[in-house]
C-alpha cells in the first residue's frame, strides 16, 4: 500500500491497543491488562516498565523514515505477528525497491532487506529489533549476524526513547549482508560431509531432516553453503509438511513466537564455528 511518511503507522487493532496496570496481592507483581477489552494478559515485576506496542512499532518506524530514503521505503510490505495471547506482538517489514543479487553457478536469485521488530508485554520477550533479508526465489526469511541486532531488556531503567536511539545508531549495512550470502554461494559443498557438520550443530534428529532439505535444495542452488542455509531458512520459514519440521498449534498461542525463535536459531547456527569454517575455506 502506498506510504505516508508523515503519518504514523497503520497498526492493526489487535496490536494497537491500550494497556492498564493493575497492583495485585502479591508485592513484587503487577497485572498488566487489555485496558480496551478488559482482558488481562500477565503479571510482571512491578519494576517492569511496559511499553504499548503502538509507541514502540511507530519508534522504531520512525527510525526507518528518518535513515533511509523515501524510495527505499516505497511499498513496503508489512507483516504483523502476535503470540502468547496478545503478549507478543512483531513488525516484519520487506523493502521491494532495496535489492542485491546472490548468483550460484545453477542460478541467480534477488534479496530485499527486512526490519524485524518485535517485543512482549508478559515479561517473556526483550525489546529487539534485527535486520533481515528475503529470498524472493523462495520467499525465505533470513535473520542476519549478532552486529545487526538491537535489543534492550525490560529492566527498570528501559524507556522507548532509548531503544530508539540505540537503533538508529546501530551499523546497518544491507551490501556487507548480501556479501555474506555471496560467499555462501561461492563455497563449494560437493566434498564437504555436510552430515556430519550438522550433526555437530544441531541435535541428530534434527540433523537428519535438515539433510535432507539440503539435499533437495542442491537441485536447484547446487552444492554450495548457500543451499546449506537455504535449508536452515526454510525450516525457519514454514513449519509443515513441506519441510516436516511441522509446528503444533497449542492453546497457548505461541506458533509465531516459535517460528520467529526458529530464525533466531538460524542466525546461531550461522554463527558457529563449523559454519564459519566452512564459508572461510
Not at 549482508?177 to 554461494?185: E, G, I, V
Not at 526454510?234 to 498449534?249: A, I, L, M, P
Request: proline share 4%.
Amino acid at each position: 500500500m502506498p506510504l505516508d511518511f508523515t503519518n504514523q503507522l497503520d497498526i492493526p487493532e489487535d496490536i494497537d491497543f491500550n494497556i492498564s496496570v493493575e497492583p495485585t496481592e502479591v508485592a513484587h507483581k503487577k497485572l498488566v491488562r487489555n485496558a480496551d477489552t478488559g482482558v488481562a494478559i500477565d503479571y510482571v515485576g512491578t519494576g517492569r516498565p511496559v511499553t504499548p506496542y503502538g509507541e514502540f512499532f511507530n519508534g522504531v518506524w520512525s527510525t526507518m523514515t528518518d535513515i533511509l530514503e523515501p524510495q527505499e521505503l516505497e511499498g513496503a510490505k508489512f507483516n504483523w505477528r502476535t503470540g502468547r495471547k496478545g503478549g507478543f506482538a512483531c513488525m516484519d517489514v520487506t523493502l521491494p525497491h532495496r535489492i542485491e543479487r546472490i548468483t550460484t553457478p545453477t542460478m541467480e536469485t534477488v534479496i530485499n532487506p527486512r526490519w524485524i521488530a518485535f517485543t512482549s508485554i508478559d515479561s517473556l520477550t526483550s525489546a529487539n529489533c534485527f535486520l533481515g533479508t528475503i529470498d524472493q526465489f523462495c520467499f525465505n526469511g533470513q535473520i542476519n549476524g549478532e552486529h545487526d541486532k538491537v535489543q534492550s531488556r525490560h529492566s527498570s531503567n528501559y524507556t522507548n526513547a532509548g531503544f530508539v536511539y540505540k537503533l538508529q545508531v546501530a551499523e546497518r549495512d544491507f551490501f556487507q549482508q548480501t556479501q555474506r550470502l555471496q560467499d555462501m554461494a561461492d563455497t563449494d559443498t560437493k566434498y564437504v560431509d555436510v552430515k556430519s557438520l550438522l550433526e555437530k550443530i544441531m541435535s541428530e534428529t534434527k540433523a537428519k531432516k535438515m539433510y535432507a532439505l539440503y539435499s533437495q535444495e542442491t537441485n536447484v542452488r547446487g552444492h554450495n553453503a548457500f543451499a546449506l542455509y537455504s535449508a536452515f531458512t526454510n525450516y525457519s520459514t514454514y513449519g509443515d509438511e513441506r519441510n516436516g519440521f511441522t509446528v503444533k498449534d497449542t492453546k497457548g498461542d505461541t506458533k509465531n513466537v516459535t517460528m520467529l525463535n526458529r530464525e533466531l536459531e538460524v542466525n546461531k547456527w550461522i554463527a558457529t564455528p563449523q559454519f564459519k569454517e566452512l564459508v572461510a575455506a
